[in-house]
């Protein structure tokens, strides 16, 4: 005979069942010890039959919890691979948006090295912010180099040496300017990727949520 429930419903009598099958497992008793001329076996202080049927009770029941938790645990699966759910950024199977879910908070098999997305946030990142540091400090030192050009040609002492055209610093300082090449407009390409991620993981969190909420199952 199957039972109907909700999704979520599913969900915490799976998490309950967890901890319920550790804690008969951990409480459990399969083996003691006893001697001929004792009534009682060792460890428990109870009869041989009362451990017996003790023993044979404990194994069962958690047999049957492991029955149930695998019954419910396929009923959710086969729910996820087959119920879909809607985002902004497409359509995707319940299964399919917490597996894409994991994997952008880098819970997934292969942690964090499959975030691609954030990694290539990171990369981009670091690279735009290491390129700006280098062309400031490469245009500082260029500024200063011009600086001592000037005041090599007009003599350090010379009040009018900012009245002046030089045109040949002018030069070497255009020439040698350092200038970033950002073909991507990376700051731009960063935004639009932050922005995704967030709505998307956003969007995923509350219709899996939601989907859960209003989802039924049969467990047979």
């Given amino acids: 005979m199957s039972e109907k429930m909700l999704v979520t419903q599913a969900l915490d009598e799976r998490d309950l069942l967890v901890k319920k099958i550790a804690d008969k497992i951990a409480k459990a008793s399969f083996v003691d010890t006893m001697k001929p001329n004792e009534e009682k076996v060792y460890a428990k202080r109870i009869s041989k039959d009362d451990y017996t049927k003790e023993a044979e009770s404990s194994y069962q029941q958690i047999l049957d919890l492991i029955d149930r938790f695998q019954k419910i645990d396929v009923a959710i699966v086969a729910s996820n691979a087959q119920t879909e ?50 062309c400031d400090n490469k245009n500082s030192q260029l500024q200063q180099t011009a600086e001592e050009m000037r005041l090599s040609i007009l003599g350090r002492d010379s009040k009018t040496k900012d009245d002046k055209p030089l045109s040949v610093v002018e030069a070497y300082v255009k020439e040698n300017t350092t200038e970033l090449v950002d073909p991507l407009d ?13 709505t998307l993981l956003t969007e995923l969190d509350t219709q899996i949520k939601v989907s859960n909420a209003t989802t039924f199952i049969e467990v047979v």
Avoid: H, P, W
Wanted: charged share 35%; aromatic share 12%; net charge positive.
């Fill in 85 to 134: 759910i809607t985002t902004s950024y497409g359509t995707f199977t319940v299964a399919g948006a917490i597996s894409l879910r994991s994997r952008l908070r880098g819970m997934g098999a292969y942690e964090y090295e499959a975030d691609f997305e954030g990694n290539l946030q990171s990369k981009m990142k670091a690279e735009y912010n290491e390129r700006v540091r280098f």
């Fill in 186 to 198: 990376v700051k731009k390409k960063l935004e639009a990727l932050e922005e995704k991620r967030n």
